[in-house]
T-cell receptor, first 115, second 116 residues
Framework: RKEVEQDPGPFNVPEGATVAFNCTYS??????FFWYRQDCRKEPKLLMSVYSSGNEDGRFTAQLNRASQYISLLIRDSKLSDSATYLC????????????????FGKGTHLIIQP | DTEVTQTPKHLVMGMTNKKSLKCEQH?????MYWYKQKAKKPPELMFV???????INESVPSRFSPECPNSSLLNLHLHALQPEDSALYLCASSQMPGLAGGHEQYFGPGTRLTVT
């Protein structure tokens, strides 16, 4: 079973539309969750952390459902510059005592915003 | 300023060469990481350093040797690599957990490595 699963897309969406991505994770002990975006041949950039209560940052809203082990990202009023690959990311649980741990990435969802 | 720098940007090396990748951050972060990313795949964790000590090694072959000389620097020494080791090598850093936002990892631009 894959640790973090995402629909790879591509999602072709007209400019100004709302788009939603979903992701599921397999490790019920996971505690921290993130969305990163990655442009072609660039490094992943942190978009936002995901909290249980849900959180919003401008046009972006992230939600976490621990019971279903499900994470979502909503982008409103999409812009051409939102075209990228969106990576669902879960903090690992290898480290004992809550120390630093690596990230486990989903394969990413490719978003193309069309003018 | 969430900046992690990596050098070189590109590296081509033969299978008998020895080379090193360098990573630096000046954000006061106490955890640093190496990831490997193959084309069209997500990044995969290689090593984790916490307070300059190696805390996680994801069963990486010994031809990759990490080193953390101080809290700002992280190196990855390469020796006798194989063509399949060609990839983008990403460094990241984070504050230590327990602090507010301590888990967020910030990535450098990567070193694109080609092994011939």
């Amino acid at each position: 079973r894959k640790e973090v699963e995402q629909d790879p897309g591509p999602f072709n969406v007209p400019e100004g539309a709302t788009v939603a991505f979903n992701c599921t994770y397999s490790n019920s002990a996971s505690q921290s969750f993130f969305w990163y975006r990655q442009d072609c041949r660039k490094e992943p950039k942190l978009l936002m952390s995901v909290y249980s209560s849900g959180n919003e940052d401008g046009r972006f809203t992230a939600q976490l459902n621990r019971a279903s082990q499900y994470i979502s990202l909503l982008i409103r009023d999409s812009k051409l510059s939102d075209s990228a690959t969106y990576l669902c990311v879960v903090l690992g649980t290898l480290s004992s005592g809550g120390g630093a741990d690596g990230l486990t990435f989903g394969k990413g969802t490719h978003l193309i915003i069309q003018p | 300023d969430t900046e992690v720098t990596q050098t070189p940007k590109h590296l081509v090396m033969g299978m008998t060469n020895k080379k090193s990748l360098k990573c630096e951050q000046h954000m006061g972060h106490r955890a640093m990481y190496w990831y490997k990313q193959k084309a069209k795949k997500p990044p995969e964790l290689m090593f984790v350093y916490s307070y300059e000590k190696l805390s996680i090694n994801e069963s990486v072959p010994s031809r990759f040797s990490p080193e953390c000389p101080n809290s700002s620097l992280l190196n990855l020494h390469l020796h006798a690599l194989q063509p399949e080791d060609s990839a983008l090598y990403l460094c990241a850093s984070s504050q230590m957990p327990g602090l507010a936002g301590g888990h967020e990892q910030y990535f450098g631009p990567g070193t694109r490595l080609t092994v011939t």
